[in-house]
């Protein structure tokens, strides 16, 4: 539509994005009839999804019945329809943070005291601790369209006075810790990390310890020494002056009584394993089946583990003192669970292939391939549903995400982006010349996989799902939070990156042909990665006349409540149907 700026979500663009929405779901209603109560209970069902331990409180997140939870120590403190996003809680202290959305970015912090609620406070909030009475906050302000990508900045409060800004870089995060009257901050971006540490009541006094050309997380002090966790290879534990390599790709670790509780990776599958405090490996705790680690956390001598699996929402651990038991669990489906690679140039890329009971060759295949994000094992609702109802699910583990270390995360970026296309093509390409009927799937940067998938090979597909999609590798970097990930794609304003990025953009690479279906659905409040995206990308599309549907629904970049998500994934469902019904292949 020329006459609408789908970059700027005012009346306009709303009111053709809804109006978009009604034609898609009008098209899809009598299969959406069908698929929306079978699909609801899987939405449903019980998860965990984060957790957070002291010495004297564990809480987490649980999600029950349509409700987001707050849990501390067996007790439910809040329930909501809204999402939480996080929690944090006070060391020797009563307080109790979790951070409430809608599914934007954007939200609510409360903050808690023996259940009752003393704090309340909107914003983009990413984290806090607690200081005395007080507490300080990270906040963002972010810029719809900016002019320029140095917009956004992050800022750490006390209340509602800034503390510490000018000396974090333009375009990264902050994370806030404190141990006892220390403060330990970083800052970081999808490459490097930079650690602060000072005096908790004096801001002044916060210092550059040091700095990394990776990611990291701080583990916290152990016999008075600062431990982090740099993923840098397959990880590296720094233990004071001391650093001891970590065997197999690191995904997370917590100190432990005696040594630290590290979860590796095994073939995109997360395993545990305790080393002493010497660095050497005592021993590990397999799983019965391929799982994956959702969070974990400890109280420095003890451990909690939360782990999922395709079947499975949660599973609850315990470590201490060398044994690992399973306390908690919730499996809904078992499924045929197979593995396999595609020989690419110089690497094998690894793919799980779960095969429905029923002989299908209809078959969904998901790709990320970015960030340092690792697909493992984990609970998908959508996924379930399909493998009960005569549909085959792969889970591609490309590059450009975690499953490997550091080296497989920086086979994915910047001019190497090429990687992770080609080889999610070449899996696509195996169960294609298998007979497969192909749909491709992916959401976030996801979505910006298989939009390029449609548009460069769209002779191996059925259809394409492409949600809360980047497309435009040419203006992303301008639009609301595109400026933290110039350092995954590469920056648009530099003319060495802007040609490769030109090549990979797929708003870019839209030809005059017919292309299969293709469903491209975001969120009308997302204000993380801009609608535009989508809006944009299905207007070109429809210009070639070929079939592509929108939806565009309540809810930002982390979700919706609870009946927004049943429908949006039930229309999900209703497109697959669809486009496996009509196949002539």
């Known amino acids: 539509m020329k006459n609408i700026n789908f970059e700027i979500m005012d009346r306009k663009t709303r009111n053709y994005a809804v109006e978009q929405t009604g034609i898609s779901k009008n098209y899809f209603n009598s299969l959406y009839k069908n698929a929306e109560p079978l699909l609801r209970p899987y939405i449903f069902t019980g998860r965990i999804k984060d957790l957070e331990m002291n010495k004297d409180k564990i809480c987490f997140i649980s999600v029950d019945n349509g409700k987001n939870n707050l849990v501390v120590n067996n007790d439910t403190v809040y329930s909501t329809d809204g999402i939480i996003a996080w929690i944090k809680a006070e060391d020797n202290g009563d307080r109790i943070a979790l951070y409430e959305t809608n599914g934007k970015d954007t939200g609510t912090l409360k903050i ?140 997370d670790a917590a100190i432990v009584k005696d040594g630290f509780l590290a979860v590796c990776m095994r073939d995109a599958k997360s395993i545990p394993m305790f080393y002493n405090s010497s660095g050497k490996k005592i021993k590990e705790f397999p799983l019965d089946s391929p799982t994956g680690l959702i969070s974990m956390d400890s109280d420095g001598n003890r451990a909690l583990l939360i782990m999922g699996s395709f079947g499975i929402p949660y599973q609850m651990y315990s470590y201490e003192e060398g044994k690992l038991e399973k306390i908690k669990s919730n499996p809904v489906s078992e499924f045929n669970i197979e593995e396999d690679f595609v020989s690419m140039e110089g690497y094998k890329v690894h793919y799980f292939f779960l095969k429905s009971s029923k002989e299908t060759l209809n078959t969904l295949v998901y790709g990320y391939g970015g960030f340092n994000i690792s697909l493992v094992p984990s609970y998908n609702s ?204």
């Not at 490309?398 to 080889?423: A, D, T």
């Not at 933290?484 to 648009?492: A, H, I, K, L, M």
């Not at 708003?507 to 995206?533: C, F, G, T, W």
């Open 382 to 585: 959508l996924f379930a549903y399909l493998l009960d109802h005569g549909f085959n699910v792969v889970v591609c583990n490309l590059p450009g995400g975690g499953e490997y270390g550091e080296e497989w995360h920086r086979l994915g970026m910047g001019k190497n982006k090429i990687n992770v296309f080609s080889s999610f093509q070449e899996i696509i390409r195996k169960f294609h010349d298998a007979g497969h009927r192909i749909i491709c799937y992916g959401v976030s940067n996801g979505g910006l996989l298989s939009s390029y998938t449609l548009t460069s090979v769209p002779e191996l597909l059925e259809g394409a799902i492409i949600g809360n999609p980047v497309i435009d590798l040419m203006k992303f970097h301008k639009l609301l939070a595109g400026q933290y990930w110039t350092s995954e794609y590469g920056n648009p304003d530099n003319t060495e990156d802007a040609a490769f990025l030109e090549k990979y953009s797929p708003m870019d690479q839209v030809k005059n042909i017919k292309y299969p279906p293709a469903l491209i659905y975001s969120r009308l409040e997302d204000d993380r990665v801009h609608p535009y995206h989508a809006l944009a990308f299905y207007e070109k599309l429809k210009e070639t006349g070929s079939d592509a549907y929108l939806m565009m629904g309540n809810g930002g970049h982390l979700g919706a409540g609870m009946e927004d998500m049943t429908s949006e994934t039930a229309y999900i469902a209703s497109f697959i149907h669809h486009v496996f019904s009509n196949s002539s292949r």
């Open 112 to 251: 808690f005291k023996e259940k009752g609620l003393i704090h309340e406070e909107h914003g983009l909030i990413h984290d806090i601790i607690f200081y005395h009475d007080s507490f300080y906050t990270v906040k963002e302000t972010r810029i719809e369209n900016a002019g320029s990508i140095h917009n956004s900045s992050n800022t750490v409060y006390i209340n509602n006075k800034k503390v510490f800004w000018d000396k974090v870089p333009a375009g990264m995060g902050i994370k806030l810790d404190n141990y006892g009257d220390r403060v330990v901050l970083t800052a970081e971006d999808n490459t490097k990390t930079i650690v602060y540490t000072g005096e908790l009541d004096d801001p002044s006094t916060w210092k550059k310890l040091s700095e990394y050309d990776k990611q990291v997380k701080i583990l916290g002090y152990k016999d008075n020494k600062l431990c982090v966790l740099a993923f840098d290879g397959n990880g590296i534990i720094r233990y004071g002056d001391e650093k001891f390599y970590i065997n197999e790709p690191v995904q």
